[in-house]
């Protein structure tokens, strides 16, 4: 929240949440007592930082894995984000603990271009859930924005957000950025960049792409996120979400 996801943060505080910075690692169930939403977005594991290459160890230790499923189970709530490859191999382990299947590469729409993607009610990209209808006609949200990110498969009790459709695809290169001829490519008929799970007592929301979440400036003029004008509704999808994690 001291960099990238300040204006996520602000988004937040000015909800009337209180927002804090956890940097620690979690050794103990305990270190969660005061949080109510806990949110993870694009860890790396240290060997990964500044090196974005294969292989993509996780970014949590099993014990912290089990920690985190147990606070969640008993009634915690959870925001995992896990964009582009290396982030989505750092989280994988995280994230098929609840049942998520993260692919660890760049998720692409029909459009072979810059993003944003748009995930649309119109077209059923963006699904009736609890998060798009909101709980007031002001919060209905009719499109979302994402920045490239990453695709995963949920488990069969989830319920899908964002849904990428058949002809989208993921490269997966073995170097962050570096795509050729010979890359892996997979068809995404069937995978997700966003979904909601109730697990327990508890919620979890898993999301594949980071920007949409925030407000940016890349390489001095792209805007992307909150500041992207395709994106209008992202800040309210945000609020969104956030309250549905929070709602008993």
């Given at each position: ?5 300040l ?8 909800d ?5 910075s ?14 109510r939403?806990?949110v993870?977005a ?7 930082e ?8 996780s ?6 894995i ?10 915690g709530r959870l925001?995992?984000i ?5 982030f ?8 098929k603990?609840?049942?998520f299947?993260f692919?660890?590469?760049?998720a692409?729409?029909r ?20 998060v798009?209808t909101g709980s ?5 949200i009719?499109s979302?924005?994402t ?6 498969k949920g ?12 002809g ?5 290169p073995?170097?962050a ?14 995978y997700?960049?966003g979904?909601?799970l ?7 929301a ?6 949409m979440?925030?407000?940016q400036i890349?390489?001095?003029t ?5 500041n992207?004008e ?10 969104n979400?956030v309250h549905w994690?929070?709602?008993d």
């Amino acid at each position: 929240m001291n960099g990238g996801f300040l204006p996520f943060a602000r988004l937040l505080e000015q909800d009337g949440f209180i927002v804090r910075s956890l940097t620690a690692p979690i050794t103990h169930v305990d270190d969660l007592k005061e949080c109510r939403i806990l949110v993870i977005a694009n860890a790396l594991h240290p060997s990964n930082e500044g090196e974005w290459v294969l292989p993509n160890p996780s970014a949590f230790t099993p014990e912290e894995i089990e920690y985190i499923k147990r606070w969640v189970f008993l009634g915690g709530r959870l925001l995992l984000i896990a964009d582009h490859m290396p982030f989505a191999g750092a989280a994988y382990d995280l994230g098929k603990a609840f049942g998520f299947d993260f692919l660890n590469g760049f998720a692409f729409t029909r459009m072979r271009s810059w993003p944003p993607s748009l995930f649309k009610r119109s077209d059923n990209t963006l699904p009736e859930s609890p998060v798009i209808t909101g709980s007031s006609e002001y919060e209905r949200i009719d499109s979302v924005a994402t920045f490239t990110g990453s695709a995963f498969k949920g488990p069969v009790n989830s319920i899908p957000i964002l849904c990428f459709i058949e002809g989208n695809y993921s490269l997966q290169p073995d170097t962050a950025w570096q795509f050729s001829g010979d890359t892996p490519r997979q068809d995404l008929a069937g995978y997700f960049q966003g979904a909601i799970l109730s697990y327990g007592t508890g919620k979890i929301a898993v999301f594949g792409e980071a920007a949409m979440f925030t407000a940016q400036i890349a390489n001095g003029t792209i805007k992307a996120g909150f500041n992207s004008e395709v994106a209008p509704q992202n800040a309210q999808f945000t609020l969104n979400l956030v309250h549905w994690l929070d709602k008993d």
